[in-house]
Each structure stands twice: as C-alpha cells, then as structure tokens.
C-alpha cells in the first residue's frame, strides 16, 4: 500500500498537477523528504510564501488545471493567505498542501511554534478563502477526503486547502481515486441552451463577453467556434484580457467601458442581447461601464450556475452549457452568421528617438518585438504595467486584474515558465518589483530566463493618479538593472525609445539567464489606457448620488 505522502502526491498528479511550488520548514519537511526522493512531481522552491502562492496560481491559470502550494505550518501558511485570496477572487485552482502538528504534539497542553491563537486557527483562516477543506489525520478516510477536495477545485476553479499532519506522512493508505465529475440534469441543460439560443437569435446585435473561466475549463476553443458559427461577436473583460489569441477572427478586443476603444464599448453597451461567459461582475471589469445591463436579454453563465433574464439554472457547469449551445446549432438549424465588425488596433511602428520613454513607447516596441520574433506569453503585475498590456497585441497573459495585488507579476512568470517551459514576458512596476522581483534569483538554478520590463518612475504611480498631491507615492531609485547580475541574470536601463528598442533585441537573443530590461519613466507620465481609465473612474464617481 502506499504511504499517505507518496498517495497525496500521485492524486495530485492524477488530477492534472504537473509540479509543485513551495517552501520547506519543519512540520511540512517530512513530506518534503517524500517529494524529493519519490520523483512523483517535480518541486520548485522559492524565497518568501506570497511568491509560492502567486506562482501556483499562474500555473493553473496558464494550463486550465491545478496548480499547489506546499508550506509549513503557521508562518509558512499564513504568509501565503493574500496569494490564495487573490485566487479565490479570481477564480484559480490552487490547492494549498499544508504540513500540521501530529496527535502527539497536539496533545501536549504546550504552545507549539507558529502557533497564533489555537492549533487549529489556521483551518480556520483558509475556510474562509478556499472552496474546500481536509485535514488528513484518518489514514481510513484520507484518500476520499483527497479527492472530494481535488474535485472541488477542478470543479469550481477556486483553491482548496489539504492540511498535512507531519506524524501522518508514512501511515499506509489505499490510493487516492478520481472522482467523477458531477454533470448536469439532462432536461435543466437542454431547457436552458435552447433558451440561451433563442434569446441569441431574437436579438440584432448579440454579443459574447469572455472572462476567465473560459480559460480554466479549456473551453476557449469550443466558444470560438460557437461564435462564429452565429457571426456573433466576442469581447474580453479587463480581468479576461489574453482569451481567445488563438481566435483573432472572432475576437473584437477588450471592453473597458469609457477607458477603453470607443468601438468595443459601443459594441458591447449597444448590444440587445449579452452571453457573459465566465464573467465576474465587478468593479474592474465594470466600474466604467456607460449603461447597465438589462438582466431580460443577458445570460450569466459562471461558478456552476446559469441566469438566462430572471431564470437561474443551478449546478450547471459552464463547460456543459457551451457544449450544448454547440450540439444545438450545428447543421441547417443554424442560424445565418452575422458580419463581424473590424478588429481593434494597437500601436506599432516605434521611431527610435532619444527622448523619454512612455508607457504606450513599451506596448509599441513589444508590438513591434512580436511582429519580428513571436509573440510571447506574459505576465503583468497591477498598476500601469498592467494598463499597459491593454495596448499590446492580445496574448497569453496572466495578471490580478480583479483582486489587484501588488508582487505577482514577477513570481507568475516563473510559474508560467516552470509549468510550460516557455519563455515569458513579465511586466513589473518598481513598487511590486520591490516586493518579489528578487525571486528571480532562482531562475538559474531552474535554467529559468524570462524577459522582465521594469516600469521605474521611482513611484507608486498607479496611487499617485488618485492623490497626486501625496508625498509618500515617491520611492527611492534601487537602480534593479545594477542588482541583476548578483541575482544570476543580466540587466541595463534604458530611458528612451532608441533604447529600449536596442534591449529587447538584445534579450531576445540572449538565453539561458533572465534578462532585466530597466525602463526609466518620467514621474507623472502614464499609458493612455491607465489615463483613460482614471478620467472615466472619476467621471463615474461624481456622477453617483451623494
């Protein structure tokens, strides 16, 4: 039989997980031992908790599976509670392995290490941010508990937490199943595809808005091909930026409300019927919005529910519902495709001058970069780096544009690098880069070399846009291209178009350690999207009540 470490492990395995990412320390190294010498899962660690966290949850948004975090107990776990919020809030898979006391240490009427107010407070804080839980203290019942949780997570795309005794590691369990996944009533399914396509077909101008449970359920292909075979339209959120770079026929651009191309808000605020596939409904991605949606022609389709207007279909799955849109338009009952309006433009051509740079100077040259090499995947921290991505090219991107946390850029696109052994283009404001920038000092032992853009106006510049006239958004000058070296990579700074143009060629060319492309901005200057955004923002504000 096999050990309770070496089964957890395989059933992570089984349930799509291809590493792992994590810390070492003393109630969770028992099990380190294990993953070490057993070679189920290859492990991947790195300096402080947070980044642990932000790179499993770019792995599981990057390939529509689970991603894991493993820590020691108390102050391991509770360093990784912000990460795992942001995957909760938007909607990541990641599963939490978490080492724990054993019976024996439990028992003791003693105060244990990492302790905060009782042995089991750190349950308690991840029920609150995970969409399930075990605590494996019952060889017996251990391999259910497993799965019951691994399904979870599969099923609802949210994190899940796995607390890990260390006197348990060695207890003889039975293997861990897979469970099957729970489908949808046939009759509930088939009532609401063909009341979704009715709705679709009565409509002049329907639209189909993505968001990012699409990529989680691999279904982006599936919806490409339901759009098309109506000729209806799709568009991203700000959260679902990077969907569909696979479907540029189908694909309109990203609806930003007033901050965004005047095309796609009119698109999406004309529209007399809305497929929102996946979409979390909130501020970013809706803040700006010019109308409100009419709930009579809207269908929400997200965490294994569907509205359709003012009826709501539970426990239905979005996977399935695509799928049964699919099944109900194929062949001559079909209806007659619609005329796709023109694809939203982004800037290129970047003269190569000696002036200051810009933030639209960074998405123009990385536009240009792709036209020549391929575009590549990217990760982007919040802040104008993230505004920024909105003016490059649609690609593969990973960000936290809802729950918008500071220092997940740098650390996801180890993750994604790690998951898929391509190489990324991570964006990165020098606020966040102060954060976890230096987990790039693991990269060469990974043989990791992602490209990083650091956006360096010595300032919280994305707070400044909101209250410009306080003093403590200004940061001192790290000069990061100076420190690379010392973290295994290379660097230089560039502060004009000229070149910036010159370093990304030259990254480009160079593999094998992480290139640091430092890019001084003035204080004050900021992408046209984030210019944008904050006008619309304010707009907004003053047009509310009271």
Known sequence: MPTLATALLQGLKDHGARELFGIPGDFVLPFFKIVEESGILPVFTLSHEPAVGFAADAAARWRSGIGVAVVTYGAGAFNLVNAVAGAYAERSPVVVVAGAPGARERAS???????????????????????????????????????????????????????LPR????????????????????????????????????????????????????????????????????????MGRGLLQQAPDVLRGTYLGSAGDPAVTRLVEDADALLLLGVILCDTNFALSEKRFDWRHTVLAIDRGVRVGHHVYPDLPIEELVAALLARTEGDAAPKPRALPPFEAYPRGLAAEDRALTPTDIATALNDLFDRHG????????????????????????????????????????????????????????GAFQMTGWELGNCRRYGLDPIVIVFNNASWEMLRVFQPESKFNDLSDWTFAAAAPALGGHGERVATPQELAAALERAVARRGVFSLIEAMIPRGVTSRTLARFVSGLKSARDRQPG
């Open 375 to 430: 575009a590549m995947p990217m990760a982007s921290d919040i802040g104008d780096c993230l505004f920024t991505a909105m003016e490059i090219d649609n690609t593969a991107l990973a960000a936290p544009g809802y729950y918008a946390g500071m220092g997940f850029g740098v650390p996801a696109g180890i993750g994604m690098a790690a998951a898929t052994g391509q190489r990324p283009l991570i964006l990165v404001g020098d």
């Open 109 to 163: 009427g003693l105060l244990l290490h990492h302790q905060a107010r009782s042995v089991d407070t750190q349950f308690a804080v991840f029920r609150e941010i995970t969409c399930d839980q075990a605590v494996l203290d019952d060889p017996a019942t251990a391999p259910q508990e497993i799965a019951r949780v691994l399904r979870s997570a599969r099923e609802r795309a949210l994190p899940v937490y796995i607390e």
């Open 167 to 238: 006197d348990m590691v060695d207890a003889e369990v039975a293997p861990v199943p897979v469970l099957p996944p729970r489908a949808a009533e046939a009759e509930a399914l088939a009532e609401c595809a063909a009341e979704v396509v009715a709705l679709l077909a009565r409509a002049s101008s329907p639209v189909i808005v993505v968001d990012v449970e699409v990529r989680r359920y691999g279904i982006e292909a599936a919806v490409a091909t339901f759009a098309r075979r109506l000729g209806i339209p799709v568009v991203t959120t700000f």
